[in-house]
């Protein structure tokens, strides 16, 4: 006897209870980023495997670590790095600037399997390509909390740094890198392996050991130079007048490597130690390394499962039926085609499909929260209005035009 099959480990099923929360989440995103301008996006499940190499990093988690990849592509870990390819690949340059996109889909990473964390997730993206504005991140920051607060997300954080631009990162990087040699000892071996190719990850390692080490470690923040000083103190400063609240966590890194000055995070306190809820910051040298022209851009994305977790229990909407068509056997065709007129007319329509009798017929119409219930005799047609229970005989072409004229009747 053959064992039963299961969903892959680190995935899940969304069931129908599961689906109005999560269209809450679709919603409330296309609300709020289409009345900022932003336009959806949709790009491919998987990519090439080099666009990943090339725009998150090398030396990366998620390109050594966590990417599905076979024959040369992979399943797209993030969103960024597919957008910006997109941009590229179709002319967005000759668009006005910035080019504001967003996006809603499943993105894919081989980690442990966590509360909120999975194999196959969903994110929620925005990108703004072509300016380098500060308004542009304190804008982008503002809509993902004005998303978060719509849902209801619990004790939220935000924290917020600039790593600076490559040029002046890097003077900082052979300070960084000296020390922790200095320090080698007390390091995990995977802090130590990263030493060479992406020193600041060792703020985000989760060992004592490295962590006890970075407390005393030199910060990038002492080594911006006065244009990314201006720039983080602009951003900063619109997001106060934007009324939202943050504090500056030198600490902060991201993990992807294409990150430039503004970098942010939003965490939830009510998760526990895995708080994080979403983020994002500035990418000003991506277009380049993907082969394309210098073009500014910033983005944010955010977890779907995280955000719902992180957010208030909210009372599920009942399902919808204005019409339930009940019958006595001899009548399922007329059933039928009143249901299929019914939703032509407009009308959320059902009619029993598994041989009920008239009372579990009319149970069933209770369980679908039917406004109106037609059961159909051999001998004519009774139309029962549920929220006050009164009856009449109507003729079977009348009854669409009955429950209209009912509805708009409310």
């Not at 009372?315 to 249901?339: G, H, I, K, N, T």
Request: net charge negative; aromatic share 8%.
């Amino acid at each position: 006897m053959s064992s039963k099959l299961q969903a892959p480990r680190g995935t899940f099923d969304v069931l129908p209870a599961d689906a109005p929360a999560r269209q809450t989440v679709e919603d409330a995103s296309k609300r709020i980023l289409e009345a900022a301008g932003y336009r959806r996006i949709e790009t491919p499940a998987f990519e090439s495997t080099e666009l990943f190499a090339r725009g998150v990093g090398e030396a990366t988690d998620i390109v050594q670590k966590e990417m599905f990849s076979f024959e040369g592509f992979s399943l797209r870990p993030e969103g960024t790095a597919p957008v910006c390819r997109a941009y590229l690949d179709h002319g967005m340059h000759k668009l006005p600037q910035p080019v504001k996109l967003w996006y809603l889909g499943p993105y894919f990473r081989h980690e442990r399997p966590q509360a909120g964390r999975y194999r196959q997730f969903w994110q929620v993206g925005a990108e703004a390509i072509g300016s380098d504005d500060p308004s542009v991140d304190a804008e982008i920051i503002v809509l993902l909390q004005a998303l978060l607060d719509e849902l209801g997300a619990r004790e939220l954080r935000l924290r917020i740094a600039s790593l600076g631009t490559p040029a002046s990162r890097a003077g900082y990087r052979e300070v960084l890198q000296a020390y922790l040699r200095e320090h080698a000892g007390e390091l995990s071996a995977e802090t130590r392996e990263r030493i060479d190719l992406n020193p600041l990850r060792a703020f985000d390692a989760k060992d004592p050991g490295t962590q006890r080490v970075m407390d005393d470690a030199p910060r990038l923040a002492d080594h911006l130079d006065d244009d990314d000083r201006e720039h983080f103190a602009q951003v900063t400063d619109l997001l106060a007048r934007a009324g939202v609240e943050w504090e500056h966590d030198d600490r902060l890194v991201r993990g992807l490597d294409y990150y430039t000055r503004t970098i942010f995070e939003f965490t939830s306190d009510a998760l526990g130690a895995q708080s994080g809820v979403g983020g994002g910051g500035r990418y000003d040298g991506l277009m380049e390394q993907l082969g394309g022209p210098a073009t500014p851009g910033c983005g944010f994305a955010a977890g779907v499962e995280r955000m719902l977790l992180a957010s208030e229990a909210r009372p599920q909407p009942a399902a919808s039926c204005d019409l339930f068509l009940a019958w006595e056997s001899s009548e399922r065709a007329d059933a039928f085609a009143l249901a299929t007129e019914a939703r032509r007319a407009g009308l959320a329509a059902q009619l029993d499909l598994a041989g009920r009798s008239i009372k579990g017929q009319m149970k069933q119409a209770d369980r679908t929260g039917a406004r109106y219930v037609a059961i159909l005799y051999p001998d004519g047609t009774v139309l029962r209005d549920m929220d006050s229970g009164q009856e009449e005989k109507v003729e079977r072409p009348g009854v669409v035009a009955g429950v209209l004229k009912g509805r708009h009747a409310l």
